[in-house]
């Protein structure tokens, strides 16, 4: 393998630095466990807290730091994972082979960040050049935590330790999978590593409030809570199907896995599902974004996710019946998610009409909700053009979910028809006639792959991208976001005023 040097910036305790650095001036003091070197100062602006509560000489802010870390990681490599590549031989690696963590004061702008440092290409690519994606690299902390809004240091610790370490995991396969993977799953094996934080929930609605969005397109540029939301894809998959399935995906996208020069996870998931679980990515995707109908009020975890009353509820767009809607479009490895109100009506059909070819992929799902005794039985309809018909009473509503399970071409672009029998009917007739979204125009899915943009460099722990977290549903779970964006929705509401 060929050992190629990246772009990286100095480390935190270098002159030159264009990361959080220490100051000039500052003694920066180092300690050791087993597998790691946590490097600290204990005066001015990045000093750590100093308690000594048991008199071991060691302040207990390290101590706590560093079971926190060798318990992440003996949980990541008893579940196969990699460790992190080493740095033993380069040439500024901290001081020895050992992981390094420097503690700095990020200033209420972030709290953490894994930064990628020497690469290793192992496979060249189709063009003959030779992909620098496995990587070594050091992590930079928040010191203190002081302002963030954590319940505690200690949480805050084990958020940001816990997720930050997976990206150096991650970075052991493939540096370059884009935002979704690296950001989702991060999210994923902080949950693994301790399902007490509330890190996981509080991103959920980051795609729950998005699910329309193709699942391989976040936003480009900054990392978007779409791809930290992401994280419920992944945990679908890991309570359906087992932890191994996204161990063997993260194996299969290093270069040179199952003969591919540079595999891109979305394209090599529905192989490793079919090896693992006898399912395609269809059949997963599809029955994920049925469990996304069981979260927040409606949990149930005899349909949906284990703990399901602690991701945001997902909410429907509001149509009034009759709905016929030419061009009702429905991107590619997305869902939409609609609700009606019966008025009167004592059955619902709902069905899709148009091109047949819009229809490869797709599934209905109806499910009646009793607005005093909660979700009813759900209904599963893969005939879409013959569509389906639930029976509903007074005091229910109804909501119709659109899956376009396909990964690939343009998103979907029906009629839907929802209504009594003969409205649906006469809705299916008119062959898409009607007002539509956008009828006529070409639908395209959003850019597809990684966007990655400047991934090869930090993975970064919160960050103005995060914004867009603050509150904007009518319902949450009963935690609310999570401390990290609640804290930089906050600082960002400082800087100003």
């Known amino acids: 393998m060929l050992l190629l040097a990246t772009t990286a910036a100095a480390r935190p305790d270098d002159p030159g630095s264009d990361l959080f650095s220490f100051d000039v001036g500052d003694e920066v003091l180092t300690f050791d466990s087993a597998r790691f070197r946590f490097h600290y100062s204990l005066a001015g602006t990045h000093a750590i807290p100093a308690a000594d509560d048991d008199a071991s000489g060691v302040p207990d802010h390290l101590e706590e730091l560093a079971e926190i870390y060798e318990g992440a990681l003996e949980l990541y490599v008893e579940l196969g994972y990699r460790a992190p590549v080493s740095d033993e031989n380069q040439g500024d690696n901290g001081g020895d082979g050992r992981f390094d963590v420097y503690l700095v004061d990020f200033a209420l702008t972030a709290d953490g960040a894994y930064r990628p440092e020497n690469c290793i290409a192992a496979v060249p690519n189709a063009s003959g050049a030779r992909a620098p994606e496995v990587c070594s690299g050091f992590m930079v902390q928040e010191n203190d935590f002081r302002g963030y809004g954590y319940p505690s240091v200690s949480i805050a610790n084990r958020t940001v330790a816990s997720h930050e370490l997976f990206h150096a995991v991650q970075a052991a396969y493939d540096n370059g999978q884009g935002a979704v993977m690296a950001e989702g799953t991060a999210v994923w094996a902080s949950e693994r590593f301790d399902p007490s934080l509330f890190d996981l929930e509080g991103f959920s609605s980051g795609y729950l409030d998005d699910a329309e969005t193709s699942l391989d397109s976040p936003s480009s540029g900054a990392v978007d809570p779409f791809s930290y939301g992401a994280a419920v894809f992944f945990l679908s998959l890991s309570e359906r199907y087992g932890d191994d399935v996204l161990l063997h995906l993260w194996e299969h996208t290093e270069n040179g896995a199952a003969g591919i020069d540079d595999p891109f996870w979305f ?86 009409s148009g091109d047949p070819v819009n229809f490869d992929g797709m599934t209905l799902f109806l499910l009646p909700i009793d607005l005093n005794a909660g979700p009813k039985e759900l209904v599963s309809v893969s005939d879409v053009a013959a569509g389906g018909i639930v029976d509903l009473g007074i005091d229910d509503e109804l909501l119709v979910l659109l899956v376009n399970a396909r990964q690939q071409g343009q998103g979907a672009r029906p009629t839907l028809c929802i209504g009594d029998e003969a409205e649906v009917a006469a809705c299916t007739a008119a062959e898409g006639e009607g007002e539509g979204e956008g009828e006529g125009d070409v639908v395209v899915d959003p850019p597809r792959g990684c966007g990655c943009g400047a991934l090869p460099g930090t993975w970064a722990m919160g960050g103005i991208a995060l914004l867009a977290l603050a509150p904007k549903r009518r319902h949450r779970s009963r935690h609310g976001t999570s401390p990290r964006a609640r804290a930089l929705v906050g600082a960002a509401d400082q800087r100003r005023s």
Do not use: K
């Open 267 to 352: 394209d090599v998931i529905d192989g490793v599902l079919q090896e693992d679980a006898g399912v395609t990515f269809a059949d997963a995707f599809t029955e994920f974004s049925a469990w996304t109908l069981f979260t927040g009020r409606r949990a149930d975890a005899a349909r949906g996710f284990a703990h399901g009353e602690d991701l945001s509820e997902r909410e429907a767009e509001v149509l009034e019946l009759p709905v016929d809607r030419a061009s009702f479009v429905v991107f590619t490895s997305s869902s939409r998610l609609v609700r009606v109100v019966p008025r009167g009506r004592s059955q619902v059909a709902v069905a899709l």
